[in-house]
Structure formats: C-alpha cells, structure tokens
C-alpha cells in the first residue's frame, strides 16, 4: 500500500471510569497543529461503553471525524479486545500518525497496537513536528538519561505512531460550534478475547487523594529536605496553602512518597500554577517534568543550583531556615495564630 494512502491525524480519546483523560484533548490541540502542515484531518477515536457522548467534545477540541466504538463489550479496559477495535478502525481508515496519550492504558495500548500493525512507535515524546521535506512525523523525546534529545522519525510502517504524557502538550480552547462527523463503527468483541473478567473495580487506596498532575500548588522535596523533620515542614505547608505534595526521585527511593508523588522524567509531568521545590538541585531529569509549571518558587542552600535557572523566584537559603519562617508568615497573614 502506498504511503498516500494514508492521511489524517488520529487521537485516541480515552475513556476510564466514565470520564475523559484530558490528555486525549491535549493531543486534539497539537493533531490540528500536525495535521495544518500537511494538508490533512483531524480524526479522533473513542472506545468504549456509552461514550458516544464524548464525541461532540472532541469536534469541539479539534476532530473533524470522530470514530466510536461502543458497546457494552468495552465497558472494561481489556488490552486484546481495545487493540482489535483501534487495528480495524486503523486499517479501515488508515490513518498517517496516531497519537495516544502516555496514561497506563494508553502505554499498554499503544505498543500492542503498533505491533500488530508493525508500526514504528515512539514513547514519551515532549515534542511533535512534522519534517519540511518529507512531510513526516518528527517526535522528540529524551534519551540517554535525559542528557540529550533525539528527534525520531519513522521510515517505513503506518500509521506513525506517538505516545505523550498528559500536560506536556497545551490544553486547547474547546469551540463548541465546530462542526464534525462522527462515524459509529461496529466491532463485536470476540467473546474468545475476555481472557480477563474485571470482579470489581477498588480505588487504590494508597494513593493520596488529589493525583499531582490535576493539584495547582505542588510542594515539592528533594533529597536535600529528606529528614522527618523536613518532610513535616513541607505537609505542613501544602496543607496550610491548598497544595499537594510530590518530591524528587530520591524521596521515592527512600520511600518518603509514593512513585505516584514523583515528578520527571521516570515519573510525572506537572503544570501547576506554583511548584515550589525545596531541597531540589534540577537535575534535567527532574527538569522535563516540571518546567512548564506557571510559578516556580526554588529554595536551595546552593546559590549555584540549576533549579535556579528555571525558577520565577529564587531563594538561597536552607529549608529549616526558610519554610519554618514562612509557615510562621503565611499562619500570621492567615489570621491562624
Ligand atoms: C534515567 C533516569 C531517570 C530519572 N528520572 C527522574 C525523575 O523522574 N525524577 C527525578 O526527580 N529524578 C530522576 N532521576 C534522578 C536525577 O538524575 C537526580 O538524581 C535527582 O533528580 C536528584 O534529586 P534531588 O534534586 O532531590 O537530589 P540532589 O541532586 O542530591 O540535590 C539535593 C539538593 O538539595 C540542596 N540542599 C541540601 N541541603 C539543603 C538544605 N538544608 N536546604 C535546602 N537545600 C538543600 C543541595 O544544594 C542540592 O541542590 C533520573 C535519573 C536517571 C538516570
């Protein structure tokens, strides 16, 4: 089949307890951007149970068509029967770049797809664009630690598939004139494909109550507040001004918070309103997931830390000098003493 026939941007719009992961109307942003450099559509795919709703929200973000796929038999995420029903959308509609969000479901999804239709996939991206010349796909994503960036484009195999990390792309204005089709495709699961049967479905009660990426005010510890006494400091500040709080990578291998509470490159990507990072050098890797925040308030005793470089306000000093004195502050302003 030639590379022509191929065309439009496709998203993956996923559904998970009822709600849309926004990620999905994060790519719709970035597929009009795409799809504007070569000339193509803006599709959209949603599958699932009673999601045929969602389909005007993503018109409003950006698809021009929006394939579904639902029936009760998708009620569940299952990985078989998901990737059978994108495979035949994919292979009817053929689209040139497939971009999913990089959530758990998204991740396990994606590869499954792509090998099954021995497409290139690229995880993770921070970046899309599509190459003057040859018209394809270009995904950025760190390498090597995080120390450098590699553009990666697919030479053969279509759809050209990408995943990205909910909050790296901008969300964009949804309009809701914008007009659109929506095409309902059947695809009966296969009863054969139910290789797993979901019980129940039981929140994770270890996990704190807000996730990180949804919190506009994040505190956020490093190694260099990682005593008890710091991490009290840092709960006590959070709470005092509505925030959550995340750390560094270090803190989770110390197990002072859960993987779910790290923010990077091996961990979450967050746009807050205000990051305020204390104790935290800025390693690149702790960088790439955090940058974009808003207001980036960095507290280090290291005048030559290079947190500094990214943050709005930068404040040297040790944690035990400085949060304490501004809990005191914010207590007094707050009327709370
Ligand atoms: C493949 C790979 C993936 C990775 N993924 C991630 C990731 O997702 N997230 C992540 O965070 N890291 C990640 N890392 C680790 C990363 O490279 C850094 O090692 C890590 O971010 C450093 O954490 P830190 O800033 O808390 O600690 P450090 O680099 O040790 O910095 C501690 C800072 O605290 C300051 N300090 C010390 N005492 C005080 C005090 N009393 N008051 C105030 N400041 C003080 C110091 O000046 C220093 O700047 C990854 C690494 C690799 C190789």
């Known amino acids: ?13 996923e559904v998970t307890d009822g709600k849309v992961q926004e990620v999905g109307w994060e ?3 970035e597929a009009k951007k795409l799809a504007s450099k ?6 959209a795919l949603i599958i699932g149970h009673d999601v045929e709703k969602f389909a005007k929200d993503a018109i409003a973000y950006g698809a021009d068509v929006v394939y579904v796929v639902d029936d009760p038999g998708y009620k569940n ?4 029967t998901y990737a059978k029903a994108f495979v ?12 999913i969000g990089a959530t758990n479901l998204g991740r396990d999804l994606s590869g499954a797809i792509a090998t099954v239709l021995k497409a290139g996939l690229t995880a993770d991206c921070t970046g899309l664009d599509i190459d003057d010349q040859s018209k394809k796909l270009l995904s950025t994503r760190p390498t090597f630690g995080g120390n450098i960036m590699a553009t990666i484009f697919c030479q053969k195999g279509k759809p050209q598939m990408s995943t990205v990390r909910p909050k790296v792309m901008k969300m964009p204005e949804p309009d809701p004139k914008r007009q659109g089709h929506v095409i309902k495709e059947s695809v009966p699961v296969d009863p054969k494909d139910l290789t797993v049967k979901i019980l129940e479905y039981i929140p994770d009660s270890c996990l704190e109550s807000v996730e990180i990426e949804h919190a506009k005010i994040l505190v956020a510890g490093g190694r260099g507040c990682n005593t008890p006494a710091g991490l009290d400091k840092l709960k006590e500040l959070a709470k ?3 925030g959550e709080l995340c750390g560094s990578r270090p803190l989770v ?3 002072a918070i859960t993987p779910d509470r790290q923010v990077g490159q091996t961990g979450k990507t967050v746009v807050p309103r205000v990051y305020i990072a204390v104790g935290i050098s800025g390693a690149i890797q702790h960088l790439v997931g955090m940058q974009n925040s808003d207001c980036i308030i960095a507290i280090n005793s290291d005048p030559n830390a290079p947190i500094f470089k990214v943050a709005t306000v930068s404040i040297v000093g040790s944690w035990q000098a400085i949060v304490p004195a501004v809990i005191e502050e914010l207590k007094k302003r707050m009327g709370r003493q």
């Open 1 to 13: 089949m030639s590379d022509q026939e191929w065309k439009g941007v496709l998203v993956f719009i």
């Open 27 to 29: 790519l719709l942003g």
């Open 38 to 43: 070569i000339n193509q559509n803006v599709q």
């Open 77 to 80: 995420y299952i990985t078989k």
């Open 88 to 99: 035949e959308v994919v292979n009817k509609y053929k689209p040139d770049i497939a971009l």
């Open 240 to 242: 005092l001004i509505g």
């Open 253 to 255: 291998e110390a197990g």
